[in-house]
């Protein structure tokens, strides 16, 4: 899903031109931080059952419109709310991947602190913008 999204947004990626917040880390990060990201996310997801994997599938869909939203069509408003949607279905996901394994809930809570600093990243551009 990644490498999808990223080929799709790469022409109209401007993330140094942006008004960005303060803490907000240099370009090279995302990519890395990401990686690891969907590494983890993929690991706790293969002993999950059909109805979780179904959240899964959902927030992943998610996750990779958000950056179609904000950095192709730049809609930074809208983007800040869909990722408070992303934060909530990753939310239920933790709380779904619990019941079936612990160690998948405790594998995605870097995923969704991260989410939560992206939001922050998004408030902020919106606001700079």
């Known amino acids: 899903m990644g490498t999808i999204v990223g080929l799709i947004i790469n022409p109209f990626m401007n993330y140094q031109n942006l008004n960005k917040p303060t803490l907000s880390p240099p370009g090279i990060i995302f990519p890395i931080v990401w990686t690891i990201l969907y590494i983890i996310m993929g690991y706790s997801f293969h002993n999950q059952n059909e109805?979780?994997?179904?959240?899964?599938?959902t927030q992943l869909i998610v996750n990779g419109l958000w950056s179609i939203f904000f950095f192709v069509?730049?809609?930074?408003?809208?983007?800040?709310?869909?990722?408070?949607l992303?934060?909530?279905?990753?939310?239920?996901?933790i709380?779904?991947?619990?019941?079936?394994?612990?160690?998948?809930?405790l594998l995605n809570i870097p995923y969704l602190i991260?989410?939560?600093f992206?939001?922050?990243l998004s408030f902020g551009v919106?606001?700079?913008?």
């Open 51 to 57: 109805q979780n994997k179904i959240i899964y599938y």
């Open 86 to 93: 992303l934060i909530i279905l990753v939310i239920i996901m």
């Open 73 to 84: 069509f730049k809609w930074y408003l809208f983007s800040l709310l869909w990722i408070i």
């Open 95 to 105: 709380k779904k991947f619990y019941k079936v394994n612990k160690l998948s809930e």
């Open 126 to 129: 919106y606001l700079l913008t």
């Open 118 to 120: 992206a939001s922050y």
């Open 114 to 116: 991260w989410l939560l």
